[in-house]
């Protein structure tokens, strides 16, 4: 059975959580394969609405077994967390129905005190992080000493090296930095009663899901973050630590090249972002507030990690069409295309304009936007309400214009649309 992955098309944020949830109710196994709790996943689920920063927001459906692959980095506190929040809504979270990479890397309190103090040193250049310590686990990682969910196994070896680990960051935040060091004796304490809960989910995440695929089982990659955030391809260096795009599903699990049947994009209707950085269709005016929301209802473009009120905009032509290339997608699922209701006109960026020159595809990737200026088409908005929309019919006919020119524009159909939070608002365009 082929592989299916849920990747998004932005800066993250494009609503992959409710997206995975939908295509989770087909599926075995939901697979998370990048990142840490930098990411958020929201889910909706009648009164409940379920925020994931780790665990597979597919996991959300009791049938299905939860994956966590070796490309994350975890913060344990955190996923315990996560787990006691779903036992108390009732779901089942043991050993057998979530699994842990044995080579996942581990986040632990000093990681996030040099994050905090590297982005302080960097003054107004700072990147925007989380603060969750991604990018020092992720540094320690490509540096080789870093700490593995494997280490967990062995508790006499795993607190001789978090003692260490606390104390060689500890010497970087002191003579650096000029901050407050650690108390290693606490840290390794506490990650060793983390041990304790997490031991039995421990395994080789990569043999299950090959054993899966080769008994025709449906398996669903579900990317964090969006493609625009790829420590490669994105909009360097105001970018995540972790490759977010499709390819990073294979090694971020741990198995082979394997037959991928549908690389699924996620996009808004609009744009948003979280954080420092360019974006060159970004909106500060009345309509901003509209897309943005007050943040009193969960789907409010506000940060599902960290609170923070996202940066919003017209939807960015350019920069779709670049991420279904570099991520192959098949399909495009778009979002939030009900709260485009009520505005007069939308403007899509078809293209950048730059030294007198204008541009379907920039001609170095996201090397630098500073110098780029949004081209846009102008397109007419609807009034209707659309949160009741089920099929193609239902849609007024300034909905089905701007959903073909976004085909038009990325080269690949859109295959659903969602009109609200709840899983049955959504309109399937392949019926």
Not at 7 to 16: A, L, R, S, T, V
Request: proline share 5%; net charge negative; charged share 20%.
């Amino acid at each position: 059975m082929p592989l299916h992955i849920v990747i998004g098309m932005q800066w993250g944020d494009e609503g992959k959580g409710r997206i995975v949830d939908l295509l989770a109710a087909e599926s075995d196994i939901a697979a998370r394969f990048n990142g840490g709790d930098n990411a958020g996943h929201t889910v909706t689920v009648g009164a409940q609405t379920f925020k994931l920063h780790l665990i597979p927001s597919g996991m959300i459906h009791p049938h299905t077994m939860g994956v966590m692959g070796g490309g994350m980095v975890i913060n344990p506190a955190t996923l315990l967390q996560e787990m006691a929040s779903l036992y108390a809504s009732g779901l089942r979270v043991d050993a057998q129905r979530l699994r842990i990479s044995h080579a996942a890397h581990i986040i632990t309190p000093a990681h996030r005190a040099l994050d905090a103090a590297q982005e302080a040193a960097l003054g107004a250049g700072k990147i925007g992080t989380t603060g969750r310590g991604i990018g020092p686990a992720y540094t320690e990682r490509a540096a080789r000493r870093g700490l593995r969910m494997q280490d967990m196994l062995t508790p006499e070896t795993f607190r001789q090296k978090l003692i260490q680990h606390v104390e060689e960051v500890n010497a970087r935040l002191t003579q650096l930095y000029h901050a407050q060091p650690l108390d290693a004796q606490a840290v390794a304490a506490e990650y060793l009663g983390y041990a304790d809960q997490l031991r039995d989910h421990i395994c080789d995440v990569g043999a299950v899901v090959e054993s899966a695929l080769h008994d025709g089982l449906r398996v669903l990659a579900e990317g964090a973050q969006g493609s625009l955030l790829d420590l490669d391809w994105g909009t360097y260096p105001f970018v995540t630590s972790s490759t977010t795009t499709a390819l990073a599903a294979m090694p971020g699990l741990g198995i082979g090249i394997t037959p991928v049947e549908r690389v699924i994009g996620v996009t808004k209707a609009f744009q948003t972002r979280v954080g420092s950085g360019p974006f060159p269709t970004e909106l500060t005016d009345a309509t901003a507030e509209a897309l943005r929301g007050t943040g009193a209802q969960p789907w409010d473009e506000f940060g599902t990690t960290t609170g923070r009120p996202r940066r919003v905009g017209w939807l960015d032509g350019v920069l779709l069409r670049y991420t279904v290339r570099i991520n192959g997608a098949t399909e495009l699922v778009l979002t939030k295309l009900d709260v485009l209701s009520g505005l007069p006109e939308l403007k899509l960026c078809v293209g950048y304009r730059a030294h007198g020159q204008t541009y379907e595809n920039l001609p170095m990737g996201l090397a630098d936007l500073e110098a780029f200026e949004p081209v846009y088409e102008t397109l007419p908005g609807w009034k209707e309400d659309l949160t009741a929309a089920r099929t193609w019919s239902d849609l007024p006919p300034a909905a089905k214009l701007y959903i073909r020119r976004i085909e038009e524009i990325s080269g690949v159909m859109v295959r659903q649309v969602s009109v609200g939070p709840e899983r049955d608002q959504v309109v399937d365009l392949s019926q």
